[in-house]
């Protein structure tokens, strides 16, 4: 699985830091992280962080 | 509070009943310094600044001893108040949020389009032929009342439960907390039974609906949704989502008589309608400010925050920051950055889908068939502090096609 975010419309709400803390991430200085190439085991995790993100701003292929 | 500033630093009296986030004295402030000392803790006053600390890990959401502050610490507004998603913090609160995310997902929502288009045009029939309406009575709040029974898929017709109790809830939200205690209590029990009645149903006979989805929503590691934590999440989507879009409805209209070409732009090109719902929640939004409460220690730019702080958020005067957004326009075409009327961080509203989708709906219907809407006498308002709007909006126009 890919995991890829559009950075340009990522405004670092984190509510995919809740949704898979595992991939996703807001650092100290406000910022998102996230692990491109995660497990598969977090796809369920994955997609719904993808699905409650306020901008709509994850894509997931493969 | 410690304030380590060097440059001047205004002082806003947020307490005074005839305060207005909307007043020149704001701007003013906004235009001294990104910040204003308050009575209690400090106002975030531009775009920037309030675009850090919306978010900002070391800030909780600031309202859990609204109650408390009030003399309200026992019964059931308070435990409600306590057990609210919106009053949780850290691993509680992500618990409950992944929990009932699946139940507001834009997937299904996209399905009820087409209900709130035949709620908007049914709505516009009724009032259509006069010239004149009162906006709220007539459109704003049915609509915003049905749209919240659409989503827990009761009749329609029992639309004025929602409104009648949702409203009354809302009370708590404003000064006279105290002194109207038991009605609000007595609004709160009549929600949750109606809550109660709907899990039953749901549990009995499952839908693909909104109050199933909660009902059956489970993750490994989080579990169920208990009876208790299900009944706040459909008091949440009711008392969360009828009052604020009734009032944002409102304050649209308002917004877009005072701008004509533009309500015309949108009668023309209906595509632009959720474009129009960002422009009309960037400088006027329902929910004037937010609060944080500081955590934990920490320094952003000249200021040392300390915990224990309050730090109010104050959306529109961000919204309206000149740095950003130029001189004071709106223009429903323009590209612009994201506004805060939907808060932000971890308690960013979780029905801005739904709230978004039906006033997109509502809003180009509107323009197409109220065409040049002129404000009559008899307008009232909400106080301009906190959750605003009319609470009568009485309009002429001329009868569009």
Known sequence: MRVSVDLGLCEDHGQCAIAAPAVFRINDDGKLEYDAEPADSELENVEEAADVCPVQAILIAG | ?401
């Open chain 2, 1 to 401: 509070m410690t304030v380590t500033a060097s440059s001047a630093v205004p002082h806003l009296d947020v307490t005074d009943p005839t305060f207005s986030i909307t007043s020149d004295e704001v701007k003013a402030a906004r235009e001294q310094n990104w910040y204003a000392t308050t009575p209690y803790g400090i106002a975030v006053l531009r775009y920037d600044e309030l675009s850090r600390l919306m978010k900002h890990p070391k800030l909780r959401q600031g309202s859990v001893a609204w109650p408390a502050h009030h003399g309200v610490t026992t019964g059931p507004l308070a435990q409600w108040w306590q057990s609210w998603i919106l009053n949780k913090e850290g691993e509680e609160h992500h618990r409950l949020r992944r929990l009932m995310n699946p139940a507001f997902s834009p997937k299904l929502i996209g399905g009820l389009v087409p209900r709130f288009q035949a709620l908007g045009n049914e709505l516009i029939d009724g009032f259509h032929r006069s010239d004149s309406c009162e906006f709220i009575s007539e459109f704003a709040d049915p609509y915003a009342a049905r749209v919240i029974a659409i989503m827990l898929g009761i009749p329609e017709e029992e639309w004025p439960i929602i409104s009648r109790e949702a409203a009354t809830i809302g009370l708590a939200l404003s000064v006279t907390i105290r002194s109207e205690l038991p009605r609000i209590e007595a609004a709160l029990g009549h929600l949750y039974d109606y809550a109660d009645d709907l899990i039953a149903d749901r549990r009995a006979h499952p839908k693909d609906d909104f109050v199933t989805t909660l009902v059956n929503a489970s993750r490994s590691e989080d579990g169920k949704l208990s009876d208790t934590e299900l009944r706040d999440g459909i008091v949440l989507l009711i008392f969360g989502g009828y009052d604020t879009t009734r009032n944002q409805l409102g304050l649209a209209m308002q917004t877009f008589m005072n701008h004509p070409d533009q309500w015309e732009l949108l009668a023309q090109r209906p595509e632009l309608g959720r474009a129009a719902v960002e422009e009309v929640m960037r400088v006027n939004p329902t929910v004037r400010w937010v609060t944080r409460e500081v955590l934990e220690p920490f320094t952003y730019q000249d200021l040392d925050f300390v915990p224990g702080t309050t730090v109010h958020m104050f959306s529109e005067s961000a919204g309206t920051d000149p740095r950003v957004f130029g001189e004071p326009s709106f223009d429903i075409t323009a590209e612009r950055k994201p506004h805060y009327g939907f808060g932000g961080g971890a308690h960013h509203c979780l029905g801005h889908f739904v709230a978004r989708s039906d006033m997109s709906e509502a809003l180009p219907l509107l323009a197409r068939r109220l065409r040049s809407p002129q404000p009559m006498p008899g307008a009232t308002w909400l106080p301009d502090s906190g959750n605003t709007g009319p609470t009568r909006l009485p309009i002429s126009f001329t009868p569009g096609t």
